[in-house]
């Protein structure tokens, strides 16, 4: 793995345009947590905005409520298992970083930390919306910083050769699908 | 193409849960219109319910607002230009359907109609949240019918054979990538 390279914020979008399946990185008071989120979507082009699903009774609610930011992961198809144990644990059992044996790096912008081995990170501050969190459990956040793997990722394009090293896209009951091929309409 | 045949609504979700392009279908008032839109994803189960990005400067935005209801279709890579086509022009400019020659189907609960050719179809009836579509053109809706191709997807499941008959995720200027190989974790 490449260290992050930072990505131009008008460029962030591109990170989650295809519909990948993240990672949900928070921290706060001395504690953090990872869950996977395939229910995350681009909302806006400039400033960048994502929404995000997170369940009121995970832990990673608290830790977003408490900090106000968490960071959208993208992992790569050799992090497959890890995103299904990550979501299916609580981090309230269990350590997962410790348990899943997840190294982290630290986001440029906010506490919660970028995970390695990641193809691309969304570093957001939530714009707080009460009624949305609320009823729908729906975050929006601005995307702050972004940065992605350059061996996949360099001037606003995904460019995949590795299968193991490309973007993955959740189904359901532990399958996905790997990104497939590109092409031009 | 096989003739729609009903998903049970616990099971919607799963058209949309991998992240493909989608077109967003409306009609109100005798006019109708066709959007695509890669910023669609689902927000809840039972009943199931999605969010979807509609700009406010779009004719969708109008018939949306004016009927109450959308249909959200997932197109095959056979109609990836379609796609391209329904995203580079105004329907008020242009009546889609007839030059791009889009074949509908009238949809089981609203009135707007089911797009010929797509793989899946998420009939929905919006949610009213001001304060989201008028911020951050934000629509939540309520999936009230949901149909599929049933040589793709059936038992809720995506099963695709024929590489055009493959659901697609929009990357940027033209660019897709097709869903790729299924996998287990």
New interface residues.
């Given amino acids: 793995m490449s260290p992050p390279t930072p990505v131009p914020l008008d460029k962030a979008y591109?990170l989650l345009?295809?519909?990948?399946?993240t990672l949900v990185s928070s921290a706060a008071g001395g504690r953090r947590n990872v869950m996977a989120a395939?229910?995350?979507?681009?909302?806006?082009f400039a400033p960048p905005?994502v929404?995000v699903?997170i369940d009121k009774n995970t832990l990673t609610r608290e830790l977003v409520e408490a900090s106000g930011e968490f960071v959208v992961n993208i992992p790569s198809?050799a992090l497959?298992?890890t995103?299904?144990a990550a979501g299916s644990s609580s981090g309230r059992d269990v350590d997962k970083f410790a348990a899943l044996g997840i190294e982290t790096a630290a986001a440029a912008e906010v506490g919660a930390p970028l995970l390695s081995g990641c193809l691309g990170w969304l570093e957001c501050r939530v714009i707080t919306?009460p009624?949305?969190q609320r009823r729908?459990d729906?975050f929006?956040a601005e995307v702050v910083a972004a940065s992605a793997d350059p061996a996949v990722f360099s001037d606003?394009?995904?460019h995949f050769a590795d299968d193991l090293q490309?973007t993955i896209?959740?189904?359901?009951g532990?399958?996905?699908?790997?990104?497939?091929?590109?092409?031009?309409?």
């Fill in positions: 591109l345009n295809h519909g990948p399946v395939s229910w995350a979507m681009p909302l806006d905005k929404a699903v198809r497959a298992q995103v299904l919306e009624e949305n729908y729906l929006i606003g394009r995904w490309r896209h959740y189904r359901a532990g399958h996905f699908f790997a990104t497939g091929e590109s092409f031009e309409a």
